[in-house]
Structures are given as structure tokens and as C-alpha cells.
């Protein structure tokens, strides 16, 4: 049967293929159909699974037998057992398996929501709660399952044609995924600009975010067709919807080629202005992508990105390599490194801080200063790479001259630690800041006088300004990067940093998409650093812009403040 999701595309293109779901939660796994002959082998597992946790509880019991606490925990051993005994989850799974011909691991956990269901019908709030000893027994199964392997699928015949669903995916998941060959990611949750989709765009496939459903309703290896641009995924297309998206992928294809032509032609306008069309990167071996893409330097290097899917921290000397590979692979052009924004949710491994409020708690530059030694390790990494290239050092999320006072101090720290140690770097490296938090950009005056450039990340810019959580696809309607507020405060920062003289940039998302670029030329904007995939459709309409109508354009729309009116001039605009 086919139908069509809907969801939030984030990055745009056409990918045909065959999906494979991912599991990343404890509990989430893969549904695999399994053939009729092996059905009866599932139920067995699941049996020889459910007599295997009755034994582990039995052994249990034994050990504490005599202990302090033997009443109590022999309750709580109880308690598990009557749920592993529990008709509902035991017998129904297996007619589960059987009506449903699917693997053991799917039955066990879409019957542990029927019973969990039932707990939550409960009145009496303790006896309600009880619904965790619910999940910690489907772990106890599933874990004898994952033992003892059923079925498994065939491995897909054509490689490359893989399309991930995902409830969630974390950026670490995305920069996991970025080795395997995926030709489109699907999730369930997510904002526009949450991080997960800003790393899933560079990787220059068709992404959709918001899909809410898709985990449940798709199943492994089915033929999905997914429209990044439009945000929709069609399940199971037939011959003639297939075909039509074939040739819609060849124009695409045919499209990119053409844009290739003016990989090496210099970003100017039609009037002769010059503008800077820099990138953002992740990983050293996305510099690859910046040089095919004709980038005249790295904007924004994540260095947060080392950190993750780890269990230890990268030491001096990894982050050195890393830093000094993608300055020696740039050749002279500039490397922006910004130092590590983890938190929010850009996590490590082994991170315990659980806040309330991630987005406005212990993250970017306050974490760094909150962990010295950790900062110290990277200011020293950055600086050691400094000889080997024009790096200059990028602070996020900056909110207070104090924050900046005391990166200034310890940067100073780790320039003082090398020369004692008679390690040579460039003594005249440049820092700058992040202006993404309204305080910064009303402040801006202050900050200039203790920065040497700027580089206005939008993406917590416009969530700050509007109160809106961009991870978040609930209020996600609500993210306007063309609300008034936004324009005249980008708008206001671009003015006030040329009228002094501070070389300003813009590395958010809005610096890739083309239906900014005017406008930002207008407001002033000279530098943009975005995905590498998204440099040369940028550079084609530079290249066909001339800032004598683009600006009293730009000025009017900055002085507009109906939507309906923005919209109509920026549509004129770039017309």
C-alpha cells in the first residue's frame, strides 16, 4: 500500500531507496517481516527468552535471601515476575508474532505498550508509576533476545540506496552516520534548525525533520521516495510515481553540473562588489567539500564535533592534528575555528549535567570557562596549528564583556604556556565572537572594542529573540527568520560593525539560503559562510545581483512590519 508523509524538509534534493531504521533508544528496535517458515522459530525464542529472565529473577531472589533487605527487594522481584507472567505480554506477543509473521523484539515491545497502557488507566499513583518495572522487564527479554539472534533480514542488494528513519537522531548520531552511505535522513522529531538538521544538510542529501510518524508507520526495506525540498515521503510509489521522480532526480543532477561552471569565478556583483563565500565544516575531511565547492576559506569550523561519540576527550595533540590538516589543506585562506559549543544538544558521552533548559543553561563559552582545563587544552591545540596557516579563534555564545575578559585571560594562559615551552604560533592570531544572543548584539559597541571580528550566528539569534526552542517542531510554525525583530536586529549589527571598520560575517542558516542573499547585501553583508553544498547556488545570485536596487529594497523591507508586506518586497526583491 503507499502513501505520503509530511514532514519539515531541511535540506533539498530527491533520493530513492530502500529504508533502513535506526535504533537508538534502549527500547526501540528494528521491525523486520519475517517469512512464514520461521515464524514458529521466532515463538521459540521468545519462549526460551521469557524461561531465561525467570531464572535470572530466581537466581536473584536466592542471593539476597538472607540479606537486610530481602523483604523489599523479594517484593520488587515479585512484582517482575507476575509481569513477565502477565497474559498480556507473554502470550499476547506471541499471537502478536504469529498474526504479524514479525521478529520477536517488535511483538515484545509493542505489547509492553498495551500494558503499559493498562497501568496508566490506574488511579492510585504509586501502583501507576509501577508501569517502569513494566520497561526494566521488556529489557531484561529483550537483552535474552539480542543473545540468542533470530531472523535476519537479507542485506540490502544495492549499495548507497539506503534511506535512515529515525525517531531521533542526536548530532553525534548524524556525524556516526556520516561514514556509512545513506542517500536521505528521515526523523520523527526536529526543528528546522536544530543541529541534527544543520549536520544532516551538510551532508549535502535530502533530509526531512517532523515527520512524527514515519518510525512507526515505515517499515524495514520498504521503497520510499523522498522530496527534500517539499518535505514529503512517499511510501511504496508505484511504477508511474517512480518514474516521475527519476527524471525530476536527473534535472537535479543535470542542475549541479551547470553550477559547477562558476566554481572558480570570483563572488561579485553585477556592480563590482566583491563578496566573501566562505564555509562551515564539521570533521578535517570536510575540507574536501569546501575545495570542491570553490570556498575561499573555512568560516566556521565546529570543533565541538571532535568531542562526540566518544568516551574520552580529544588531548592537545589529536586536536592540534585535526586543527593544523584543515589549515595546511586550506593553503593560506582563512580557518575560523570556533572553540567547542557543547551542550544544548551537543552532549559528550560520558556528560552528567541534566538541565531543565538546555538551551539556556551550561553551554559554549560558559562551559568552557565553567572547565579551564579543558578550555587550556584546546586554546593551546589552536594556537600550536596557528603557524601552519591564517587560523583565527571564534568564541560562542557570548553574552557579557566579562565572558570576554576572562577568554582573553586564559588564551593569554596558553600563549604564555608555549612560549615558556618555546612552542612558536602566530603572537598576532585574531579572536572574535559569536553575536547570537540579543545582549550581544545591543552591546555591540563594548564587544568590539575587545574583538577583532564578527560572525552573527542566526540560528540562536532568531531562537533567543523570538523565545523559541528550535529543536523543538511543536513551535517550530513560530521560528521566523523574517520577523521585524530579526531583520532589524541582523540589520543593526552588519550597520554598526562596517561603520567601525570590524570585518563582520554571517555563518548561520541563513547565509546558505538564497532567498537571504540579496537582502543581507543590501543590509550591508559582505562575508557569508555556509554548507559547502550550498556555495555555488550563493555565488550564482551574487553574481547576479547589483547592490544599486537591491539596497532601497532591503531598506524598505527593514522598515515593514506586516508579514504580508515583507514577503511581497522580498519577493520583488528577487525577482
Known amino acids: 500500500m503507499s502513501f ?7 535540506s533539498s534534493g530527491i533520493a530513492i531507496g530502500h529504508a533502513y531504521l535506526a535504533s537508538h ?8 517481516i519475517v517469512p512464514e517458515d520461521q515464524v514458529s522459530n521466532e515463538i521459540s525464542r521468545l519462549d526460551i527468552a521469557f524461561n531465561g529472565v525467570r531464572e535470572e529473577l530466581e537466581a536473584l531472589n536466592a542471593s539476597v535471601v538472607n540479606g537486610p533487605a530481602a523483604p523489599e527487594y523479594g517484593a520488587f522481584l515479585e512484582l517482575h515476575r507476575m509481569i ?8 499476547a506477543a506471541k499471537t502478536y508474532i504469529a498474526q504479524n509473521q514479525c521478529n520477536a523484539e ?9 500494558l503499559m497502557a493498562q497501568f496508566e488507566e490506574i488511579e492510585d499513583p504509586y501502583l501507576r508509576e509501577r508501569k517502569t518495572d513494566v520497561i526494566q522487564v521488556v529489557e531484561r527479554v529483550l537483552k535474552t533476545l539480542l543473545g540468542h539472534p533470530g531472523y535476519v533480514p537479507a542485506p540490502l542488494k544495492h549499495d548507497g540506496d539506503s534511506i535512515l528513519v529515525a525517531h531521533d537522531l542526536s548530532p553525534a548520531d548524524v556525524i556516526q552516520y556520516k561514514q556509512h552511505r545513506f542517500t536521505a535522513f528521515l526523523t520523527d522529531l526536529g526543528g528546522l534548525t536544530s543541529h541534527t538538521a544543520i549536520v544532516a544538510r551538510s551532508l549535502n542529501i535530502p533530509s526531512i525533520v517532523a515527520l512524527h510518524h514515519a518510525r512507526g508507520l515505515i517499515r524495514d526495506n520498504d521503497v520510499l521516495i523522498v522530496d527534500g525540498a517539499q518535505g514529503v515521503v512517499i511510501v511504496g510509489p508505484d511504477e508511474h510515481v517512480l518514474t516521475e521522480y527519476r527524471l525530476r532526480q ?11 561552471r562558476i566554481k572558480t569565478t570570483p563572488a561579485t556583483t553585477l556592480d563590482g562588489t566583491a563578496v566573501e563565500l566562505q564555509a562551515n565544516i564539521e570533521l578535517p575531511q570536510d575540507v574536501e567539500q569546501v575545495k570542491e565547492n570553490g570556498a575561499t576559506g573555512v568560516g566556521l569550523f565546529r570543533s565541538e564535533f571532535l568531542f562526540l561519540n566518544r568516551d574520552s576527550l580529544p588531548g592537545e595533540d589529536e586536536q592540534f592534528e585535526a586543527y593544523r590538516t584543515v589549515a595546511r589543506k586550506m593553503r593560506g585562506m582563512p580557518v575560523t575555528i570556533r572553540t567547542f559549543d557543547l551542550g544544548a544538544d551537543k552532549n559528550l558521552d560520558n556528560a552528567k549535567r541534566v538541565a531543565a533548559n538546555p538551551a539556556l543553561g551550561l553551554r559554549a563559552i560558559r562551559l568552557s570557562l565553567a572547565e579551564p582545563q579543558m578550555f587550556n587544552t584546546q586554546l593551546r591545540a589552536i594556537l600550536r596549528a596557528s603557524r601552519y596557516g591564517q587560523i583565527r579563534i571564534l568564541v560562542p555564545m557570548l553574552s557579557s564583556v566579562s565572558e570576554i575578559a576572562q577568554t582573553l585571560h586564559l588564551l593569554e594562559n596558553a600563549k604564555q604556556s ?16 559569536m553575536i547570537e544572543i540579543p545582549a550581544a548584539a545591543l552591546c555591540l559597541d563594548v564587544f568590539m572594542r575587545k574583538l577583532d571580528f564578527l560572525s552573527i550566528g542566526t540560528n540562536d539569534l ?3 529573540t523570538l523565545a523559541i526552542d528550535r529543536a523543538d517542531d511543536s513551535v517550530a510554525h513560530l521560528y521566523d527568520s523574517l520577523h521585524p525583530a530579526v531583520l532589524r536586529l541582523v540589520a543593526h549589527i552588519i550597520r554598526t560593525a562596517n561603520r567601525t571598520g570590524i570585518p563582520v560575517a554571517i555563518c548561520g542558516e541563513i547565509a546558505g539560503d538564497i532567498v537571504f542573499t540579496r537582502l543581507l547585501l543590501g543590509f550591508g553583508l559582505r562575508t557569508f559562510s555556509m554548507h559547502p553544498a550550498q556555495l555555488l547556488t550563493v555565488k550564482r545570485e551574487v553574481l547576479r545581483s547589483n547592490l544599486p536596487d537591491i539596497i532601497p529594497l532591503a531598506q524598505k523591507i527593514l522598515k515593514a512590519d506586516d508579514p504580508e508586506r515583507i514577503h511581497g518586497l522580498l519577493t520583488k526583491l528577487n525577482s
Open 25 to 32: 533508544a534502549a527500547l526501540e528496535v528494528a521491525h523486520h
Open 106 to 114: 517488535w511483538a515484545i515491545t509493542q505489547q509492553m505498550g498495551v
Open 418 to 433: 608555549l612560549r615558556m615551552e618555546k612552542i612558536p604560533f602566530d603572537e598576532k592570531i585574531q579572536i572574535g565572537g
Open 462 to 464: 532568531i531562537q533567543y
Open 4 to 10: 505520503v508523509l509530511h514532514g519539515v524538509g531541511v
Open 84 to 91: 513477565l507472567d502477565d497474559p498480556t505480554l507473554s502470550t
Open 250 to 260: 536527473n534535472e537535479l543532477e543535470l542542475e549541479k553540473q551547470k553550477l559547477k
